[in-house]
């Protein structure tokens, strides 16, 4: 499950409008008959032919505005983090919301409230980590060689790791096209994190430059069928994929390092 709350603020280039969100469908309405400033209405996404099943609350408290997705694999469908799919979905559902005649006006004041509360913030830092043994420019330059005929041209680094636990999902790496930068989670980098799943995330995100997101009838494609094809290549696909499907939860406590650094 995962959750936006009306704290969290993502960077201002993340809410690209190109985002598809999928078609969402809004189900019924449910207020709380002891708060006149709440509701609650679950929500379908159709995205790719598949249906996600969503969850929107508001009430007069804080946090104001909750924005919920139950299938975690609809985030799987995007590049971006799951703090900016939220940050969209909650936008593109509260102005479903306020366009709604039977909406209670004691439940828009918070709506709004929170629509003006989100003000963009700069991008996060990024921490270039040397010395480490999972040297990720080898790796790269490895990979490079052996799957790419060196042909791909990107920086890679490790990403700043937030010292909280995540509310969901897990970001292994990232690939921003216009600086042909590659971002690794740095949690990639505990003991008990495989070679190869550190390794396919470096090659996930290469795949990203070799086959490039295009746009097909209005909405960006990135994980499409040349890409997975590609992906598939890397030699220990299947056994990194299995190993995160089983392990991903253990990803989204901060690495002990980092949670000494806090409590410290
Ligand atoms: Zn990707």
Known sequence: ????????????????????????SLGKCRLDAGDPA??????????????????????????????????????????QSEAAVLENLAGKVLGRLLKDKELPEAVKTPILEYIEDQEPVSEEEIV???????????????????????????????GRDVKSRNKS???????????KLIRIHPR??????????????VYHEMCHQFAPSYKKNGTWQSHHA?????????????????WEKHNWHRLLLPSEENAELVTA
């Open 128 to 158: 270039p980590i040397t010395g480490d043994e999972r040297d990720l420019d080898k790796i790269f330059e490895r990979l490079n060689q052996e799957y790419f005929n060196d042909k791909i041209q990107a920086r890679i680094m490790w």
């Open 226 to 242: 040349e890409f997975k094809k590609k992906e598939k290549e890397f030699k220990d696909f299947k056994d990194a994929r299995n």
């Open 169 to 179: 999902g897990f970001r292994y790496g990232s690939y921003d096209e216009g600086k």
């Open 1 to 24: 499950m995962a959750f936006l709350m009306n704290s969290l603020k993502v960077p201002v280039q993340t809410l690209v409008k190109t985002l598809n969100l999928g078609t969402i």
């Open 188 to 201: 990639l980098k505990q003991d008990f994190v495989p070679q190869c799943v550190l390794e396919l995330t």
């Open 38 to 79: 709440s509701l609650s209405r679950m929500f379908t996404l159709k995205k790719n032919g598949i249906d996600y099943v969503g969850q929107v609350r508001v009430r007069s408290g804080s946090p104001a505005v909750r924005v919920e997705v139950f299938n975690e694999n609809y985030f799987e469908e995007f590049d």
